[in-house]
C-alpha cells in the first residue's frame, strides 16, 4: 500500500512569505503529526491531528498552524516566515494514538 | 519532560562487526519505543516499534531490548554491511491520552560501516 506522501519536497520562500505544506497519511491512518527537523534543535513536535480535531500540540509560535480534512490529509501553515524557518518538516501517519508511525520522505524548506 | 539521550553520536566500524546502539529515556511511562533509520536529506524508515510490555523485537539482522524500569533500550545489529550506513534514531511514546501520538527523539547515532 502506498506510504506517507508529502509535497511538496523543496521549497524555496522569501522572509516575511508563508507556506503550506501537505501530507497525504496512509490509507486507513487517522493520526497525523507534523514535526521540524533542524541540525540545532533535531526532531522537534510540531502538532497532532487526529479526526479533524488537533489533540496536541508542541512549543511553537501561534505563526505555525494546520488543519485535517475529513479524508485524513493534513496540511501545516507557517506565516510570516523567518529564516529560523528553514528545515526539514516530516509528516507521520499512524493508525491510531499506540500504534506504529510512519513517516514520509519530508518537505525542505529553504527561507532566503 | 521526557528526555532522550543517545549514545554514541557517532559510530564508525568495519563491515561485518557486530554493533550495539544506546537509547536511554528520563521517563519510565511509556507506551512504546520507536527505532527509526533516517539516510541523508530523507525521511524516517520505522525499523522496530517495541511496546512497554515486551522486553525485545526482531526484525533481520536487526534486535531491539526495552528495559522500561531503568529507561533504556538497546538496537542490536549484526553482521553490519555497508548499506546500514545512516543515522538511527529512538524515539518514545508517553503514556496517558493527553500524550496523543506525540513522539520524543533522541539526537541519533550516525552509523558509518566501512567496506
Known amino acids: 500500500k502506498a506510504g506517507v506522501t508529502q509535497t511538496p519536497r523543496y521549497l524555496i520562500k522569501t522572509r516575511g512569505q508563508q507556506v503550506t505544506l501537505s501530507c497525504s497519511p496512509i490509507?486507513?491512518?487517522?493520526?497525523v503529526s507534523w514535526y521540524q527537523q533542524t541540525p540545532g534543535q533535531g526532531l522537534q513536535f510540531l502538532f497532532e491531528y487526529f479526526s479533524e480535531t488537533q489533540r496536541n500540540k508542541g512549543n511553537f509560535p501561534g505563526r505555525f498552524s494546520g488543519r485535517q480534512f475529513s479524508n485524513s490529509r493534513s496540511e501545516m501553515n507557517v506565516s510570516t516566515l523567518e529564516l529560523g524557518d528553514s528545515a526539514l518538516y516530516l509528516c507521520?501517519?499512524?493508525?491510531?494514538?499506540?500504534?506504529?508511525?510512519?513517516f514520509g520522505q519530508g518537505t525542505r524548506l529553504t527561507v532566503v | 519532560k521526557q528526555e532522550v539521550t543517545q549514545i554514541p553520536a557517532a559510530l564508525s566500524v568495519p563491515e561485518g562487526e557486530n554493533l550495539v546502539l544506546n537509547c536511554s529515556f528520563t521517563?519510565?511511562?511509556?507506551?512504546?519505543l520507536q527505532w527509526f533509520r533516517q539516510d541523508p536529506g530523507k525521511g524516517l524508515t520505522s525499523l522496530l516499534l517495541i511496546q512497554s510490555s515486551q522486553r525485545e523485537q526482531t526484525s533481520g539482522r536487526l534486535n531491539a531490548s526495552l528495559d522500561k524500569s531503568s529507561g533504556r533500550s538497546t538496537l542490536y545489529i549484526a553482521a553490519s554491511q555497508p548499506g546500514d550506513s545512516a543515522t538511527y534514531l529512538c524515539a518514545v511514546k508517553g503514556e496517558g491520552e493527553t500524550s496523543g501520538s506525540r513522539l520524543t527523539f533522541g539526537e541519533g547515532t550516525q552509523l558509518t560501516v566501512n567496506p
Open positions: 507521520a501517519s499512524s493508525y491510531s494514538s499506540n500504534t506504529e508511525a510512519f
Open positions: 490509507s486507513g491512518h487517522r493520526s
Open positions: 521517563d519510565s511511562a511509556i507506551y512504546n
